[in-house]
C-alpha cells in the first residue's frame, strides 16, 4: 500500500496567517517541508483522500496526485470537513451542465452511519451540502460503512472512538492505522496488534511550546490529547514497528529541522510533513 501525506498540519495553518514567529517566517520563506497544509492522508491503490480540511484544493494541487475517486471521513470537526467544496472543483463542469449534462463519475464519499449524519447537518439556505453534491449536481455517491469494507484486495476497519473514527488498512500481511485526531482514550481493540506503522495525532509536542509557553501539569489539553509518553506505550503495547506523527500544531511551535532533531530521541517515531511518502 502507498500512502502520502497530502497535509500534515493541524487546526491551523503554517504558516500561521499574520503570524512573523520564528517558525511562521521561516515556513513562509521556505514553504515545504517547513510549511503544512491541513491533516490530509492519500491512498494511492484507492485514489482515496482521508478528509477534507479547508486547504485541500493546494494541497492536493501540491501533492502530484492525478485522480480522486473516493473519500473518507473521519469526522465532523470543521479543520476535517470544511473543504468539501473540493467536491465542485473535482467534478463540476458549469458549461456541461448549462447543456443538461451532469456528472457520471461521482466521487464515492464514505463514513462512519454517525459521522455521515454529523457530515449531513452542514448545511446552506437550500440544505445539506452533501444533499447538494449527490441529489442535484450528482457529484458524489455517500456509502455507510460501519465495521469494515473491502475494496479490491484493501480491507479498511472502521474503529469508533467518541465521535471520530480509526481506520485499520490491511492488504495481506501488510497493516497500517490511521487515527488523525480525537482519538482519546485510544481504544483497546485486538486489530492494533502488529502493524507495520500507525499514523497519529492528537499529541502535544513537548513541555516548551510556542513563544516559550510552558504546558503547565495541570493544564487541560494534558487531559484532552495525548503526549509523547502516551505514544511510546501505545507503540510498545502493539507492538507497532513504527509511528508516524501527524496533525502537527502551529501552537506546539516547532519547525521541521525541529522535528528532525526529537527524531533522535526516539526509537521507530518519525514526524510527518507534507509529502511524505510511506509504503508497506
Known amino acids: 500500500m502507498e500512502f502520502k501525506v497530502i497535509g500534515s498540519g493541524g ?11 520564528r517558525v511562521c517566517a521561516e515556513a513562509r520563506e521556505k514553504g515545504r517541508p517547513y510549511s503544512r497544509f491541513g491533516c490530509c492522508l492519500f491512498l494511492k491503490e484507492l485514489n482515496m483522500i482521508i478528509d477534507t480540511p479547508e486547504d485541500i484544493v493546494q494541497s492536493i494541487n501540491c501533492s502530484g496526485i492525478d485522480k480522486i475517486d473516493k473519500v ?6 470543521p479543520d476535517h470537513t470544511l473543504g468539501m467544496r473540493v467536491f465542485e ?4 463542469d458549469w458549461l456541461k451542465v448549462s447543456e443538461g449534462h451532469e456528472c457520471e463519475d461521482p466521487i464515492e464519499v464514505m463514513a462512519r452511519e454517525k459521522v455521515m449524519e454529523e457530515l449531513n447537518s452542514i448545511r446552506f439556505c437550500l440544505g445539506s ?4 453534491y449527490e441529489g442535484v449536481r450528482q457529484l458524489i455517491k455517500r456509502r ?7 475494496i479490491n484486495s484493501i480491507r479498511i476497519t472502521f474503529v469508533e472512538v467518541g465521535s471520530a473514527t480509526i481506520f485499520v488498512f490491511e492488504e495481506g500481511d501488510k497493516k497500517l492505522i490511521y487515527a488523525p485526531c480525537d482519538v482519546k482514550p485510544f481504544p483497546d481493540k485486538a486489530i492494533f496488534m502488529d502493524a507495520d506503522v500507525m499514523i497519529i495525532g492528537n499529541t502535544i509536542i513537548g513541555e516548551d511550546l510556542k513563544d516559550g509557553f510552558i504546558l503547565k501539569e495541570n493544564n487541560p489539553l494534558k487531559r484532552e490529547l495525548f503526549v509523547m509518553e502516551d505514544i511510546v ?5 502493539y507492538n507497532i514497528k513504527e509511528v508516524v506523527m501527524i496533525h502537527l ?4 511551535g516547532k519547525s521541521y529541522d525541529d522535528y528532525l532533531r ?11 510533513y507534507d509529502g511524505m511518502e510511506i509504503n508497506i
Do not use: M
Open 262 to 272: 526529537l527524531e533522535k530521541n526516539y526509537t521507530g517515531i518519525r514526524f510527518a
Open 89 to 92: 472543483q473535482l467534478k463540476l
Open 11 to 21: 487546526c491551523t495553518a503554517l504558516p500561521r496567517p499574520l503570524c512573523n514567529c
Open 233 to 237: 506505550a501505545l507503540k510498545d503495547k
Open 129 to 132: 451540502y452533501l444533499d447538494y
Open 72 to 77: 473518507l471521513y473521519s469526522h465532523v470537526d
Open 249 to 252: 500544531e502551529e501552537d506546539w
Open 144 to 150: 455507510i460503512a460501519n465495521d469494515s469494507i473491502e
